[in-house]
């Protein structure tokens, strides 16, 4: 069982910056794939980036966001800069060990309740 917390998450003017964390509980944490996703208001949730041994950052946010981990720590971030207001969501942390490199929500095992980004014009 994992335990995900988000934080980090606000109110941002556009072309600010924050950075989101995900803390996760238990001692096999480097054994995770973690990823975050987003869900924009009447929008599906979707893949924003996911780290395991490499990175990868998709197309919407590719240049502006970068995900890292701290396995001493058990947290992965999502640093977010150049923020515009397409930006606005829910943030999720997710993991999952049996389908490293997922971008698909279904293949998920753990997910935290997420963290609101609002992002002003």
């Known amino acids: 069982q994992v335990h995900l917390v988000e934080s980090g998450g606000g109110l941002v003017q556009a072309g600010g910056s924050l950075r989101l964390s995900c803390a996760a509980s238990?001692?096999?944490?480097?054994?995770?794939?973690m990823s975050w996703f987003r869900r924009a208001p009447g929008k599906e949730r979707e893949f924003v980036a996911g780290v395991g041994v490499a990175t990868y950052v998709a197309d919407s946010v590719k240049g502006r966001f970068a995900i890292s981990r701290d396995n001493a720590k058990n947290t992965v971030y999502l640093q977010m800069n150049s923020l515009k207001a397409d930006d606005t969501a829910v943030y999720y942390c997710?993991?999952?060990?049996?389908?490293?490199?997922?971008?698909?929500?279904?293949?998920?095992?753990?997910w935290g309740q997420g963290t609101q980004v609002t992002v002003s014009s």
């Open positions: 997710a993991a999952d060990r049996r389908n490293w490199g997922s971008r698909s929500t279904y293949a998920y095992e753990y």
């Open positions: 238990g001692r096999t944490f480097n054994t995770y794939y």
